[in-house]
T-cell receptor
Framework: AQSVTQLDSQVPVFEEAPVELRCNYSSSVSVYLFWYVQYPNQGLQLLLK??????LVKGINGFEAEFNKSQTSFHLRKPSVHISDTAEYFCAVSGLGGSYIPTFGRGTSLIVHP | GAGVSQSPSNKVTEKGKDVELRCDPI?????LYWYRQSLGQGLEFLIYFQGNSAPDKSGLPSDRFSAERTGGSVSTLTIQRTQQEDSAVYLC?????????????FGPGTRLLVL
């Protein structure tokens, strides 16, 4: 079955530390990859997306992600987090099974401590 | 410009009652999606509208759930005879067009609690 796996349900870090949120997907065909962020009591908003070209994608708020086709991964990174980065982060993949509808991971709660 | 709006923001209802949730997409967006977000779960796709095409209802969990989109704009998700397991946040999203590469723009959601 085609799926999106976010390996960590919760990631606690201290402010100014680096962070990596992991995302793996299962697909044998080309896909498009997204990271969305959800702040408390808000809807999701796009952080970044990979469509083609350079495998390193830069997004808003200093986040970046790297597409690794051989490992079917799209991990999200930030070199130095802020308290304001505390939120839920969702990896999404579209094109699975040819569908327009993206499949979302279960989300990773990033908790930044002072 | 205005983003996606949803109403009500919160809804408490009794088991067995019907509820209607409303979504106003971004003006000019032809694709509209409904998702359900339960605690600790990802987003569960419910239904998708694209222009005047027949909606993709493949994600609706039961025949108690239905949705319509009037005039290619506002959409209403209806849940009949609500059950406690329907309690969740219902998210609406829109995109300019339908496409695998398209960014979805989400509303703030409606938090539904069925007592």
């Amino acid at each position: 079955a085609q799926s999106v796996t976010q390996l960590d349900s919760q990631v606690p870090v201290f402010e100014e530390a680096p962070v990596e949120l992991r995302c793996n997907y299962s697909s044998s065909v080309s896909v498009y990859l997204f990271w969305y962020v959800q702040y408390p009591n808000q809807g999701l908003q796009l952080l970044l997306k990979y469509l083609s070209g350079s495998t390193l994608v830069k997004g808003i708020n200093g986040f970046e992600a790297e597409f690794n086709k051989s490992q079917t991964s799209f991990h999200l990174r930030k070199p130095s987090v802020h308290i304001s980065d505390t939120a839920e982060y969702f990896c999404a993949v579209s094109g699975l099974g040819g569908s327009y509808i993206p499949t979302f991971g279960r989300g990773t709660s990033l908790i930044v401590h002072p | 410009g205005a983003g996606v709006s949803q109403s009500p923001s919160n809804k408490v209802t009794e088991k067995g009652k019907d509820v209607e949730l409303r979504c106003d997409p971004i003006s000019g967006h032809t694709a509209l999606y409904w998702y359900r977000q339960s605690l600790g779960q990802g987003l569960e796709f419910l239904i998708y509208f694209q222009g005047n095409s027949a909606p993709d209802k493949s994600g609706l969990p039961s025949d108690r759930f239905s949705a319509e989109r009037t005039g290619g704009s506002v959409s209403t998700l209806t849940i009949q005879r609500t059950q406690q397991e329907d309690s969740a946040v219902y998210l609406c999203a829109s995109s300019l067009v339908a496409g695998k590469e398209e960014t979805q723009y989400f509303g703030p959601g409606t938090r539904l609690l069925v007592l």
